[in-house]
Nanobody, 131 residues
Framework: QVQLVASGGGSVQAGGSLKLTCVAS???????MAWFRQAPEKKREGVAV???????LYADSVKGRFTISKDNATNILYLQLNSLKPEDTAMYYC??????????????????????????WGQGTPVTVSS
């Protein structure tokens, strides 16, 4: 399984921006890559998905503010976070979802379990947005 290392999190004021980076140890092939977030005492939320063709899909809560992209030459996944809000505060994780279907990937991000068949993820990077 490909190793995923996320970085770029930090503390910003509302309205600020951050860019998260996830370095994959190898090509993830036809599978989708994604970002999800987990805030304390809240359910895991799928944030954004990109398929192998570069098509993207976003959760309604971040649409128009976040942008997912991938550099296939270097196997690096990015998430640009703009117009940040306090409710965006969470640990952010990058993941590989074992599907080529971006809609399905966004749907199942909240259901993946460690060691399960749906996909896997690396360590998270924290984002804190103050008002």
């Amino acid at each position: 399984q490909v190793q995923l290392v996320a970085s770029g999190g930090g503390s910003v004021q509302a309205g600020g921006s951050l860019k998260l980076t996830c370095v994959a140890s190898a090509d993830t092939g036809a599978y989708c890559m994604a970002w999800f977030r987990q805030a304390p005492e809240k359910k895991r939320e799928g944030v954004a998905v990109i398929d192998s063709a570069g098509n993207t899909l976003y959760a309604d809560s971040v649409k128009g503010r976040f942008t997912i992209s991938k550099d296939n030459a270097t196997n690096i996944l990015y998430l640009q976070l703009n117009s940040l809000k306090p409710e965006d505060t969470a640990m952010y994780y990058c993941a590989v979802v074992r599907t080529e279907d971006a809609d399905f990937a966004l749907d199942v991000l909240g259901m993946m379990v460690a060691g399960g068949d749906l996909g896997y993820w690396g360590q998270g990077t924290p984002v804190t947005v103050s008002s």
